[in-house]
């Protein structure tokens, strides 16, 4: 068996490994993208003109790999307007075909609220309309982004004067 040189043994060690890169790939692009939707709120104790809510978010997994995080941001826009925002260091995996629920602390500003109350009261409705965009942190691929749009259901003690 002839001898390899050390550009011929490097050229195929590069080739090697781009193929195998380019395969792992490949079987990660068929993946399903996550389900995330908001399954309750619950108010927290706010600071000066803001409020602070804990938002309760269902991770639905439809893959048959789990999906470690370690981090996650999101941003919510109730009725078409900006509402609230919030990030957490909190680290956990969804399993494979699996589910989680996460809670995360979001602040609303002033102005949200105010926004919203006046909205509320025009349409007395204690269900309301959300968009839901975020992005779990840490995973192998840097990151999975989602959005995800429903209606919550307020308690009523909150919508009643």
């Given at each position: 068996?002839?001898?390899?040189?050390?550009?011929?043994?490097?050229?195929?060690?590069?080739?090697?490994?781009?193929?195998?890169?380019?395969?792992?790939c490949?079987?990660?692009?068929?993946?399903?993208?996550?389900?995330?939707?908001?399954?309750?709120?619950?108010?927290?104790?706010?600071?000066?003109?803001?409020?602070?809510?804990?938002?309760?978010?269902?991770?639905?997994?439809?893959?048959?790999?789990?999906?470690?995080?370690?981090?996650?941001?999101?941003?919510?826009?109730?009725?078409?307007?900006?509402?609230?925002?919030?990030?957490?260091?909190?680290?956990?995996?969804?399993?494979?075909?699996?589910?989680?629920?996460?809670?995360?602390p979001?602040?609303?500003?002033?102005?949200?609220?105010?926004?919203?109350?006046?909205?509320?009261?025009?349409?007395?409705?204690?269900?309301?309309?959300?968009?839901?965009?975020g992005?779990?942190?840490?995973?192998?691929?840097?990151?999975?982004?989602?959005?995800?749009?429903?209606?919550?259901?307020?308690?009523?003690?909150?919508?009643?004067?």
């Amino acid at each position: 068996m002839p001898m390899m040189n050390r550009r011929q043994c490097t050229r195929w060690l590069t080739l090697g490994a781009t193929a195998l890169a380019l395969s792992g790939c490949a079987s990660l692009m068929g993946r399903e993208p996550v389900r995330v939707n908001v399954v309750g709120v619950e108010p927290l104790r706010g600071e000066g003109l803001e409020a602070r809510l804990a938002l309760k978010l269902r991770v639905v997994n439809p893959n048959d790999v789990a999906l470690g995080y370690d981090g996650l941001s999101v941003e919510l826009d109730v009725r078409g307007q900006p509402f609230a925002s919030g990030v957490s260091n909190e680290r956990g995996e969804v399993p494979r075909f699996g589910e989680a629920v996460i809670t995360l602390p979001v602040s609303v500003s002033a102005l949200s609220l105010v926004r919203q109350a006046l909205g509320m009261a025009r349409g007395g409705n204690q269900r309301i309309d959300y968009v839901l965009r975020g992005r779990l942190a840490g995973t192998v691929l840097g990151g999975v982004s989602f959005r995800s749009s429903g209606e919550i259901e307020l308690p009523a003690e909150w919508v009643s004067p």
